[in-house]
């Protein structure tokens, strides 16, 4: 037994208690909670532990001092190979895992480029293999499906197909996604601890959550952890804290689930003990460290480290801070100075060693990297990546002067650009995930004091291509720590507002990707701000989205506007779009097909998608004018554009348009049509397009007179536009009933259900033309209301049409006719 390990079999009781844990019953979560201060070996000791524990166990760590482990979706995906590497089958998590990233992701592909662990999850890997390079979309119903002919293995395809958390998927909001992923990965470590428990090592969940809240709260920071660990049935979790957990403020159940146990300073017997066994045999030299020490391992560790490197000396230190010192002082200068150089980094491996030391002119030989990392205080991270102990962080810190801080970060900054194109372009591993090393370039680049706001908004583009919104939340969360610290110098003061609209921007649009729309509107309080800049652009962009969602149509069109007029950048061509819909969702479609055009002439010809996105725009603006061969035509020039770079959601969004189409020039070809769209749809999880379908579906079977067909067509459109929240399209669909309603003679029923879209269209601010639809089907059918009229007067001045009103009139007319009679 080395010294190293026997200072902790010193403390009997703890070890006893890990040992008593281990022999416990694991029907129930369990959490030891390791509780000492910093340096007190906390983390030495989850290693010990982890050597110390039976084979008959499986064992994972999680070290949240890595910025990108105190997330949930790298911490799960760490977790999921260190254990699917000892035998755990992850089939419905890496399913469940795949949809969230699929839903986070939605423009990426998934394949074996892109998808997380596709490679190590056979589940993952036979989809993605028997697609044969066809597009595989990342929803539960569609992964689900292709299991069953994916998996040969009977009993693993049901218990997948079986499941019911995996069924409701695609009806979860973003937050319940994430719950139900860890539910399912507590599931399926649960089943295998049937036949070999587990125990997992949490280390340094201070990092997590640095200052609580009084009364132990934690800003939610720690939530998904707690809501983990909360579910892990079959095994053991040791987490090690500067204080104890204090989650009993959050539920009292939490106490009877964690043990907390002391880790104190070691004993003076075990002190000394580990002191001779290092070749520390003099008396004097021993009771001197031991006392300078206060039993802190990491400062014995070091005085070892110190007279490994001088052994002769004479001298010894008296206080921790001089252990330190001695350490520094008998350490070769060129190794003392690249570990201060180092200790800018959060993490580094041989690489970033050998940046740092060719720019500063100091060795980079493999005798000098295996002297540093074999030091005590670095410690190993997977795949040749390292990390300082927190202590010696502060103590090489305090030598560098600011200039040369900044320095090093400017030169840690190219690193990881350098190392960011290398992984996209599949040619080097990142340590944790592909998109971390763009986290830590903005980090540096923030430091270094030499990232603008665009260059951090451009990293946070390429992370969110490379797979990583976490990345992109763990950017502002960065940026945040590093606003709330004083600035020193007339640059950092400077680059305050620019900065924070940055940070604010990146939040704003991840919160309304989760659909957290009042988040993201808080973020963007005051709207008026200059738009010039990218960052600013995008930012209004993102609150002006954000109330559109909400309702507020006008304040959000003249944001957009502002965008379109002021901005001169590469976000004015998402802003003209964005007018433009608008405008023809409000009646103008004069002014929305002129500026489309306008902004489609601005495009480059390899903008495919904003180009066939601003074709399916005008095709959308001449069907709903009942104009239906030209809306032909457009629909056709925008699959032109998709198709031309595969362009999967633009793709799918024409078979929808396809199938409306045809319920107005072809209602049986609509039919086929729209089952077809379904499909694309399901696999997209897209409620509203869903919706939008079986609306014409529903259309189609009305003119073919198929109306108990029509009638469970609508309530299926109903309900998937329910559940996306898109108000407007179920007033629409509404008014498409209320015909159905007629043909079966429910009379009074069609006209109340008449009043009720108009006044839902009025009070989204959207489809005037279509108010003018409900009044004149009313007038033909002896329902004329003067509510309804009176909505008519009121939308009639909104339309700017490209013909002559009657002409509207007169398409109308034909319209209702194929509506309120049977098609033979």
């Known amino acids: 037994m080395s010294a190293l390990q026997r200072q902790f079999f010193n403390r009997e009781g703890l070890l006893a208690t890990y040992d008593g844990e281990l022999r416990g019953a694991f029907e ?11 340096g007190i070996g906390k983390s030495r000791l989850l290693q010990e532990l982890r050597s110390r524990t039976p084979d008959t166990f499986r ?25 699917g590497a000892q035998g755990v089958k992850f089939d419905r998590f890496d399913i469940a895992y795949a949809v969230l990233w699929q839903r986070v992701h939605p423009q990426l592909p998934m394949d074996r480029k892109n998808t997380p662990f ?19 979309f990342g929803t539960a119903a569609g992964l689900v499906r292709l299991t069953g002919r994916a998996m040969a293995n009977r009993q ?7 499941d019911p958390t995996l069924q409701e998927l695609d009806s979860l909001s973003n937050a319940d996604l994430g719950h139900a992923v860890s539910y399912l990965f507590a599931e399926e470590l649960r089943q295998a601890a049937e036949e070999r428990p587990y125990v997992l090592y949490v280390d ?26 909360g579910q892990l049935h079959g095994g053991l979790t040791v987490l090690a804290s500067r204080e104890p957990l204090a989650w009993t403020v959050y539920d009292k159940d939490w106490e009877a689930v964690i043990r ?7 004993p003076m017997a075990a002190r000394l003990e580990l002191l001779s066994q290092a070749g520390i045999t003099e008396i004097a030299r021993q009771r001197t460290i031991a006392e300078a020490s206060a039993g802190v391992p990491f400062y014995l560790h070091l005085a070892v480290d110190t007279h490994v490197q001088n052994p002769a000396r004479t001298e010894d230190a008296g206080t921790a801070e001089e252990i330190v010192q001695r350490f520094l002082q008998h350490v070769a200068p060129d190794e003392v100075r690249i570990l201060e150089l180092l200790s800018v980094a959060r993490t580094f491996d041989q690489g970033a060693f050998r940046t740092i030391g060719r720019h500063f002119d100091l060795p980079t030989n493999l005798l000098t990297w295996e002297s540093l990392t074999s030091y005590s205080f670095a410690y190993p991270l997977p795949e040749g990546w390292f990390r ?7 103590a090489l810190q305090h030598h560098l002067p600011p200039t040369v801080t900044r320095e090093v970060h400017a030169v840690l900054r190219n690193f990881w650009e350098e190392l960011a194109e290398r992984v996209e372009a599949g040619a080097a591993r990142s340590g944790v995930t592909r998109s971390s090393p763009l986290r830590e370039a903005v980090y540096h680049g923030l430091h270094a004091e030499n990232i603008s706001p665009e260059q951090i908004q451009k990293h946070a583009d390429r992370a969110i291509i ?28 400077a680059a305050l507002s620019g900065i924070r609209d940055a940070a604010d921007c990146l939040d704003a649009e991840s919160k309304l990707e989760l659909g957290d729309t009042n988040a993201a509107m808080a973020l963007t309080p005051a709207l008026d701000m200059p738009v010039r800049s990218v960052v600013s652009a995008r930012l209004a962009l993102a609150g002006a989205n954000a109330r559109r969602i909400a309702g507020e149509s006008s304040h959000a069109a003249s944001i957009f506007a502002r965008v379109w007029e002021e901005h001169a950048g590469e976000a004015r061509t998402s802003a003209g779009l964005c007018v433009a819909d608008i405008r023809m969702w409000q009646g103008d479609f004069a002014g929305a097909f002129a500026l489309a055009e306008e902004v489609h002439d601005t495009c480059a010809p390899h903008e495919h998608i904003i180009r066939g996105d601003l074709k399916r725009l005008m095709h959308l603006g001449h069907r709903f004018l009942m104009d239906f061969g030209r809306a032909a035509e457009l629909m056709a020039h925008a699959e032109e554009e998709y198709d031309a770079i595969g362009a999967v959601v633009g793709l799918a969004n024409i078979r929808t348009n396809r199938a409306e189409l045809l319920a107005f020039t072809d209602p049986e070809a609509a039919v086929v049509e729209a089952g077809a769209a379904l499909d694309v749809q399901r696999d997209l999880g897209a409620q509203h397009e869903i919706g939008k379908v079986y609306t014409a579906m529903a259309i189609a079977q009305l003119r073919l007179g198929q109306l108990d067909r029509a009638d469970m067509a609508f309530r299926n459109a109903n309900t998937a536009l329910d559940l996306a929240g898109y108000r407007s399209g179920r007033a629409r669909a509404d008014m498409f009933r209320a015909f159905l309603l007629l043909r079966r003679g429910e009379r009074r029923a069609a006209q109340e259900l008449l009043l009720h879209s108009a006044r839902e269209l009025e009070a989204c601010q959207v489809y005037p033309s279509l108010i003018l639809t409900i009044q004149r089907a009313a007038e033909r059918t002896g329902l004329i209301d003067p509510e309804l009229t009176a909505a008519a007067d009121r939308a009639r001045p909104s339309l700017r049409l490209l013909g002559a009103p009657q002409d509207l009139h007169s398409r109308t007319d034909d319209v209702l006719s194929t509506l309120l009679e049977v098609t033979s």
């Open 156 to 162: 693993r395809r049901q218990r997948i197909q079986s």
């Open 466 to 493: 490379m797979g990583g919104r976490q990345a992109v939340d763990g950017m502002v969360k960065d940026i945040r720590s590093h606003l709330a610290a004083p600035a020193e110098t007339d640059y950092a003061v």
């Open 204 to 229: 340094a969940y201070e990092a997590m959550v640095p200052t609580p809240l009084p009364g132990g709260r934690s800003y939610g920071s720690d939530a998904w952890l707690r809501d983990l660990l």
């Open 118 to 136: 596709a490679e190590d999850s056979e589940v993952l890997s036979k989809i993605l293999d028997d697609a044969m390079g066809l597009p595989v």
């Open 28 to 38: 129930n979560p369990r959490i030891l909670n390791l509780v000492g201060v910093g």
């Open 59 to 83: 064992t994972a760590r999680l070290d949240l001092q890595l910025p990108t482990l105190r997330q949930q979706e790298d911490a799960l995906a760490v977790l999921r190979m260190e254990l």
């Open 260 to 266: 907390e146990e002391r880790v104190d300073g070691l």
């Open 388 to 394: 300082l102990h927190q202590l010696m962080i502060v």
